[in-house]
């Protein structure tokens, strides 16, 4: 398992932008797939973007963010990134950085993803 730290979350009016971190520690991370999920109140936890292992065009968006989000790495810091661009009302989720070895985790089943950050609040007002 790999240790998570999400960052960067806070509350800005919509149209703006925000850059979510999330630093890995205690394991391999460039062994694992990279997942960033939210969870608005009384919603479930949804899937928001995810990238393997290696990067490069092997990323995927949720619907609801395509060409307003951006996920990335840096394996060397172990770091992912959230590059959040014309938010919206919509987007104001509790955000959480995920990690496992096996990418259909990360896309497909959530729920036996190995290893969660604790989360960072993303409010954003109209």
């Known amino acids: 398992q790999v240790h998570l730290v999400e960052s960067g979350g806070g509350l800005v009016q919509a149209g703006t932008s925000l850059t979510l971190n999330c630093i890995a520690s205690g394991s391999t991370f460039s062994s694992h797939h990279m997942g960033w999920f939210r969870q608005a109140p009384g919603k479930e936890r949804e899937f928001v973007a995810s990238i393997s292992r290696f990067g490069g065009e092997s990323r995927r968006y949720a619907e609801s963010v395509k060409g307003r989000f951006a996920i990335s790495r840096d394996n060397a810091k172990n770091v992912v990134f959230l590059q959040m661009d014309y938010l919206k009302p919509e987007d104001t989720a509790a955000y959480y950085c995920?990690?496992?070895?096996?990418?259909?985790?990360?896309?497909?089943?959530?729920?036996?993803?190995?290893?969660w950050g604790q989360g960072t609040q993303v409010t954003v007002s109209s």
């Open positions: 995920a990690a496992d070895t096996t990418l259909h985790n990360i896309i497909e089943d959530f729920e036996a993803i190995s290893s």
